[in-house]
T-cell receptor
Framework: NAGVTQTPKFQVLKTGQSMTLQCAQDMNHNSMYWYRQDPGMGLRLIYYSASEGTTDKGEVPNGYNVSRLNKREFSLRLESAAPSQTSVYFC?????????????FGPGTRLTVL | RKEVEQDPGPFNVPEGATVAFNCTYSNSASQSFFWYRQDCRKEPKLLMSVYSSGNEDGRFTAQLNRASQYISLLIRDSKLSDSATYLCVVINEKLTFGTGTRLTIIP
């Protein structure tokens, strides 16, 4: 039982390059989330998927797209990376989309955009 | 005023001491509260929920003060392994993370 897994762990991009961050969970959770964490700021929600087949914008969605590929997998795409997107990205999942449901986080992806 | 505010620290505390830190929130309608723990360069993990009546889990005690709009986390008999950043989470219609308080336990 791996919980929430993310790939890659580290990535360096040049401005304008694209990439997809992968996330998978094996807890049969309905809801999945993408956050970014920057120094001096709390975790901020980028996008979430309340259930398979649905996605919604969070607090900071600009510059990102997501795909809920199936119940297990939720990917985050940067179409044209910018230095402002340098951050640590965490994927999380929860049983249901209620804010009070415990969220379980993946190990994170450290992204640097030059 | 930020929705959720925490003293970033660092709090440097000798092993065995008691340490407490607070988290203030601006929305009086906030319903639920949690403390998460985040080790250096790792993911956040749920530490404990914060109930209106307060709750205790071993050496950890979490309390809610609705009148003054803050939650607190108290750690007794601190261990080296308690060194981490502690994030508070406040929930009204959505979930908001604080920026975290960094705690270092000194041998």
């Amino acid at each position: 039982n791996a919980g929430v897994t993310q790939t890659p762990k580290f990535q360096v991009l040049k401005t304008g390059q694209s990439m997809t961050l992968q996330c998978a969970q094996d807890m049969n959770h309905n809801s999945m989330y993408w956050y970014r964490q920057d120094p001096g700021m709390g975790l901020r929600l980028i996008y979430y998927s309340a259930s398979e087949g649905t996605t919604d914008k969070g607090e900071v969605p600009n510059g990102y797209n997501v795909s809920r590929l199936n119940k297990r997998e939720f990917s985050l795409r940067l179409e044209s990376a910018a230095p402002s997107q340098t951050s640590v990205y965490f994927c999380a999942s929860s049983s249901n989309p209620r804010p009070t449901d415990t969220q379980y986080f993946g190990p994170g992806t450290r992204l640097t955009v030059l | 005023r930020k929705e959720v505010e925490q003293d970033p620290g660092p709090f440097n505390v000798p092993e065995g001491a008691t340490v407490a830190f607070n988290c203030t929130y601006s929305n009086s309608a906030s319903q639920s509260f949690f403390w998460y723990r985040q080790d250096c360069r790792k993911e956040p993990k749920l530490l404990m929920s914060v109930y209106s009546s307060g709750n205790e889990d071993g050496r950890f005690t979490a309390q809610l003060n609705r009148a003054s709009q803050y939650i607190s986390l108290l750690i007794r008999d601190s261990k080296l392994s308690d060194s981490a950043t502690y994030l508070c989470v406040v929930i009204n219609e959505k979930l908001t993370f604080g920026t975290g308080t960094r705690l270092t336990i000194i041998p």
